[in-house]
């Protein structure tokens, strides 16, 4: 079973930055897409980002291009999310999210596409 682990929230001023790390452990298929979410209260779960373990698919949600960067060091089963230039807005609870897959991905999937979730860490961006 894929285990998930986040690190790097807390808060920041708007304009500032913030990386976020998820670890994981337990893969046992080839191939799986990760990706970056985030939740207000009483909103539903927005897809940030994603990526795919061969680096054949990064996508991001047209609230975060051009300010936050997923990456990843497939050395230690390591998936970041680079968040520059945050805003209030930015505001949320992030998790990680893992699949495995075999085909392309050209969008971000919804919350229900995935298996494996972190337990979620607190972005807090101040104005």
């Known amino acids: 079973r894929v285990h998930l682990v986040e690190s790097g929230g807390g808060s920041v001023q708007a304009g500032g930055s913030l990386r976020l790390s998820c670890v994981g452990s337990g893969f046992t298929y080839s191939r799986y897409l990760m990706a970056w979410f985030r939740q207000v209260p009483g909103k539903e779960r927005e897809g940030v980002a994603v990526i795919d373990t061969d680096n054949t698919t990064i996508n991001y949600a047209d609230s975060v291009k051009g300010r936050f960067t997923i990456s990843q060091d497939n050395s230690k089963n390591t998936v970041y999310l680079e968040m520059n230039r945050l805003k209030p807005e930015d505001t949320a609870m992030y998790y990680c999210?893992?699949?495995?897959?075999?085909?392309?991905?050209?969008?971000?999937?919804?919350?229900?596409?995935?298996?494996?979730w972190g337990q979620g860490l607190q972005v807090t961006v101040s104005s």
């Open positions: 999210a893992a699949t495995a897959i075999s085909g392309r991905i050209h969008a971000i999937p919804p919350p229900d596409y995935y298996g494996f």
